[in-house]
């Protein structure tokens, strides 16, 4: 159970929200909870974070290790925070800053080569989805950002599906239609990396999850736990969200 802040919080508020949040997931159901703040506010999760089961991720990183890249962060530097985790390949990094299946893909070998799990997004934009196309363009996704990585690496990657339709729009994919998505790019994978890697991979679902839809979802075997946005920045809702069996 992932949640993205994007560009909210500062430090101070990173502190407030664990505040908030440690007492209402001691008890929580066993799954592992990843929270992804901006750069700046990761030294304070991890700090707020320790002793408790929830974990940090970035929520990108550039594939150098160091280097004249102005404004960028590399993996190591993400790693040395005491993060675990990094999102690749967000719709909106592919929308507004220009990132590709090609930038995913070494991004990705990057996250992996500083020892970060990478939660790989993909996901059709309406226009695929109301022209029939969302199976072929995630398909390209994933053999474009993805179908690249040897078996070993293959196994320690998250998948994220996350219908560009349904990302901060209050439109969720019902439980079905993402489930349908889930099934084209496991069966995708299973082409690349064969039964075994392509079934044990995890793939979340985003766009919308709030505390009130995340049981309908998480009630489909093919999606293995969710990404959230807006409903992760509030302490009281994430924490309903990951504690969903309940
Ligand atoms: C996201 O940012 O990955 C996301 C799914 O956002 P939201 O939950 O706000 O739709």
């Keep these: 159970m992932a949640g993205n802040w994007k560009m909210y919080k500062t430090p101070a ?8 949040f440690r007492p209402l997931v001691q008890a929580a159901s066993p799954c592992e909870i990843v929270i992804c703040p901006p750069f700046p506010d990761l030294p304070a999760a991890v700090e707020s974070a320790r002793g408790t089961r929830v974990l940090v991720g970035a929520q990108n990183l550039y594939w150098a290790k160091e280097g004249a890249f102005t404004g960028e962060v590399s993996g190591p530097m993400i790693h040395a925070t005491g993060a675990t985790h990094v999102i690749i390949g967000h719709s909106e990094r592919r929308q507004y800053f220009g990132e590709t299946d090609e930038t995913v893909l070494k991004k990705t070998v990057a996250a992996l080569d500083a020892s970060l799990t990478p939660i790989v997004c993909v996901g059709e934009r309406l226009e695929h989805r109301e022209s029939g196309q969302t199976e072929a363009v995630l398909c390209e996704q994933c053999q474009k950002g ?20 349904a990302i901060g729009t209050g439109k969720t994919a019902t439980p079905e239609m993402a489930a349908e998505a889930h099934r084209m790019i496991r069966a995708e994978m299973r082409r690349h990396f064969g039964e075994k890697a392509a079934g044990e991979v995890r793939i979340l679902y985003g766009g919308s999850v709030k505390p009130d839809n995340v049981k309908s979802l998480m009630a489909q075997p093919e999606i293995d736990g969710v990404l959230v946005g807006g409903a992760s920045l509030d302490a009281v809702s994430f924490a309903r969200i990951v504690s969903f069996p309940s």
């Excluded at 179908?147 to 990657?157: H, N, T, V």
């Design 13 to 20: 508020e990173t502190r407030a929200f664990f505040e908030a």
């Design 146 to 165: 993805i179908a690249g990585l040897e078996a070993q690496q293959f196994a320690k990657i998250v998948i994220a599906y996350e219908p560009v339709w």
